[in-house]
């Protein structure tokens, strides 16, 4: 099974995880592009759909899905995600599609955040993947320093412009013992809208794919 075969088999396997007749959360990223491919099947079980993105929901759209104000669904009955990285106990990066705000606003408002990844997301320790802060645009130097005196290396990610017209950092470097904690700490920084640390919100149910097919972390 190659990467994006073990993609697709996560993909799948989230389906199983769908709660006819109700409002789901949906993602972002090649990994979620899967899952929205598998919904078609499904499409009769599906009330709608809150998406992550504007990526989402022109994807989501097109197959027919209703796409729901976030402001008017309520809350939602699982949200369905990839990540960038995550460690054994289901806290995750995310942010590489510059869509964590997002991202974080819809795992927040769902019941069972389900994520989905290949196996080679999957660390010991968070951070060898560059952590996404998404920044108001006026505050890039600031925030930038700051991230420094915490030991990491930012590095603008230019051109990017996310769909809430910010910007983002990506931070190098890091090892993150203490994802709670540092995804606190940098919240608080102003100018910073968001950290694409999900650790106080975590993944609740984990499906990695692998060679050995899909096995599930969480959940129980
Ligand atoms: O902003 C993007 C999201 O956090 C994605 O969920 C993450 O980058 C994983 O994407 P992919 O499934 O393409 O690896």
Known sequence: ???NQAKKAVAEAALAYLVPGEILGVGTGSTVNY?????????????????????SSARLKAIGIPVL???????????VDGADETDPHLRLIKGGGAALTREKI???????????????KLVPVLGQFPL???VIPMARSLVARKLAALGGEPRWREGVVTDNGNVILDVHGLRIVDPVGLEATINQIPGV???GLFARRKADVLLIGGPQGVRRLGGD
Do not use: H, W
Not at 35 to 55: C, M, N, Q, T, W
Not at 69 to 79: F, H, K, V
Not at 107 to 118: P, Q, Y
């Open 132 to 134: 996404p802060v998404e």
């Open 35 to 55: 899952f929205i491919d598998a919904l078609a099947s499904r499409k009769a079980d599906v009330a709608g759909a809150v998406s992550s993105s504007e990526a």
């Open 106 to 120: 819809v795992a927040e408002a769902a019941r069972t955040f389900v994520c989905i990844v290949d196996e080679s």
């Open 193 to 195: 809208v968001t950290v």
């Open 1 to 3: 099974m190659d990467q």
């Open 69 to 79: 104000d976030a402001n008017s669904a309520g809350p939602l009955s699982i949200y």
